[in-house]
């Protein structure tokens, strides 16, 4: 069992940053591929950035691409995303994931969810 809470939502300005925080329980933190997905109003849940367990490899959907960095500190069982120059249309609420299989885009295959904090991005 993993518990993924996350924090660092709120309100910010078109054009400004936040950086998501995503603090997950358990000793075998690195052992687990991590996700970030996000639902906007009256969307589905998509796919924003997944990082493998040991942190070399990162992957982005397009729209995010240049604006937004995945990272991890194992030694902190923490992952983070930096969201930069962001725009309206990234308002959502965003959820961390944890998959054991290696990082995805899907969202079936992600094992374990956090509750979600809310990004709000003011034109």
């Known amino acids: 069992q993993v518990l993924l809470v996350e924090s660092g939502g709120g309100l910010v300005q078109a054009g400004g940053s936040l950086r998501l925080s995503c603090a997950a329980s358990?000793?075998?933190?690195?052992?687990?591929?991590m996700g970030w997905f996000r639902q906007g109003p009256g969307k589905e849940r998509e796919f924003v950035a997944a990082?493998?367990?040991?942190?070399?490899?990162?992957y982005y959907t397009d729209s995010v691409k240049g604006r937004f960095t995945i990272s991890r500190d194992n030694a902190k069982n923490t992952v983070y995303l930096q969201m930069n120059s962001l725009k309206s249309e990234d308002t959502a609420v965003y959820y961390c994931?944890?998959?054991?299989?290696?990082?995805?885009?899907?969202?079936?295959?992600?094992?374990?969810w956090g509750q979600g904090t809310q990004v709000t991005v003011s034109s």
């Open positions: 994931a944890a998959t054991p299989r290696g990082p995805a885009a899907l969202r079936r295959s992600y094992d374990y």
């Open positions: 358990g000793r075998t933190f690195s052992s687990y591929a």
């Open positions: 990082i493998t367990g040991s942190g070399p490899n990162e």
